[in-house]
């Protein structure tokens, strides 16, 4: 998902303020969190395919905001494939559990900053017996009135014998057009996770409707580019904010 760390960071500290949306629907995260003591609920479904090959995902995203400036974030999903020899199969995926902290919030300039850290735990009944994986990332947002360019990126480690640690980064820019909508676009890369793999690029863009009451509807998707082949993402989900 996401390219030279060191681009997408000099990018953002470059570009010079209410926020608008980040995070879901899109790849890129922010680094905003979640109010305290409100919750961030998205009962979501998301993959990436090519040709009859499909890898997708569907649970719920859970999203606390535990004190000022710190997001405890869950998630928990089941995950299917399928091929044309296979078909469909199914089973649990893989726990994830992170904490965002957001240390530098200038509302003057609109700029702020976060780190967010991320556990991937082998829980997955799908992909058999795996090891524990680890996100180290930063995230950084720049907002003018109701637009916000946010991105970053991180360092993921991913033990296992044909495994390889790789760079992931990206950056996004969404519009909050009022009457309850936003909208916006992203691309993202990640580095080979394996020996002898090679990287994906991600563009895209997403959609946020803001329903009456607590709820709002999230949608994003665009082509996935690797190995000079051609493919597509997509994420869609209920988000509920109380």
Do not use: C
């Amino acid at each position: 998902m996401i390219r030279s760390i060191s681009v997408a960071l000099g990018i953002l500290t470059l570009l010079a303020a209410a926020p608008a949306a980040a995070g879901p629907p899109f790849i890129t995260d922010d680094p905003e969190p979640t109010d305290v003591r409100h919750w961030e609920i998205y009962a979501f479904g998301d993959g990436q395919g090519e040709s009859s090959s499909v890898d997708a995902d569907a649970g719920l995203d859970l999203n606390y905001g535990a004190i000022r400036d710190v997001q405890l974030t869950a998630t928990l999903p089941l995950s299917f494939e399928h091929d044309r020899e296979s078909g469909w199969r199914g089973g649990t995926g893989d726990l994830e559990l992170a904490v965002k902290y957001r240390f530098l919030h200038d509302e003057k300039s609109g700029v702020s900053a976060a780190v967010f850290p991320r556990a991937f735990l082998p829980t997955s009944t799908l992909q058999g017996r795996g090891r524990a994986k680890l996100l180290i990332p930063i995230w950084l947002q720049k907002n003018w009135g109701p637009t916000s360019l946010f991105g970053g990126g991180g360092y993921e480690i991913n033990p296992g014998s044909e495994n390889r640690d790789f760079w992931q980064e990206g950056a996004a820019v969404t519009h909050d057009f009022g009457n309850g909508f936003t909208a916006g676009v992203e691309i993202a890369h990640q580095g080979s996770d394996s020996n002898g793999g090679t990287g994906e690029t991600d563009a895209g863009a997403g959609v946020i409707v803001h329903l009456s009451g607590i709820a709002s509807l999230l949608a994003s998707g665009g082509p996935t580019w690797a190995d000079h082949r051609t493919g597509y993402h997509f994420y869609a989900s209920l988000g509920l904010n109380f």
